[in-house]
């Protein structure tokens, strides 16, 4: 349950029984049945700078905005903003990315939504506070529910296809 740390015990034994049962997936399907179809780094762009033109107008504009097959759950890095500096003339130039796990392709509509959101929030807020949670509110109200079922999203993908243990990680049986 590594993506459910921190929330409360009853949360966890809820999605515990939910996973025991077999009815994660059913659950999240039936809540969520909408696939979205922004597969391409072009599309994903588009998608992003329409939330970004609606909400944050002020902000930064983006330079790149596309998936990533290199973020992994494992590092705990499912979308990732990057401003890169760069000496043009006698100016110093930075320009923001914004990439996404490639698994938000085949994720439901709203959890893109959610991580573009949180994303889009860290061009106004670098750190995870009240600000930026607000601000992460003010552009998706229902940004919490969302990551928690983000959060239930990666657990049952976990649960449903375990990671492949290399041979040198497998305990010896002696």
Not at 42 to 53: E, G, N
Not at 89 to 98: F, M, Q, R, V
Not at 103 to 111: R, Y
């Amino acid at each position: 349950m590594r993506f459910l740390g921190g929330y409360p015990p009853g949360v966890l034994d809820q999605v515990r029984a939910l996973i025991a049962a077999g009815g994660l997936g059913d659950h999240l399907a039936r809540r969520y049945p909408a696939p979205h179809t922004v597969q391409t780094d072009r599309a994903l762009y588009d998608y992003t700078s329409d939330i970004k033109q609606e909400y944050l107008r002020s902000a930064p504009p983006l330079h790149k905005v596309g998936y990533d097959a290199r973020l992994d759950t494992a590092q705990h890095a499912l979308g990732l903003h990057t401003a890169i500096s760069r000496v043009q003339g006698g100016k110093l130039k930075a320009k923001k990315e914004i990439r996404v796990a490639s698994l938000f392709k085949e994720a439901p509509a709203d959890f893109l939504r959610m991580i573009v959101v949180h994303e889009l929030a860290h061009l106004k807020e670098s750190d995870h506070n009240k600000a930026f949670y607000r601000l992460c509110e003010h552009m998706e109200p229902r940004y919490h529910q969302l990551e928690f079922d983000t959060r239930l999203f990666l657990a049952w993908r976990e649960v449903r296809s375990p990671p492949i243990v290399a041979a040198t990680e497998r305990p010896s049986i002696i």
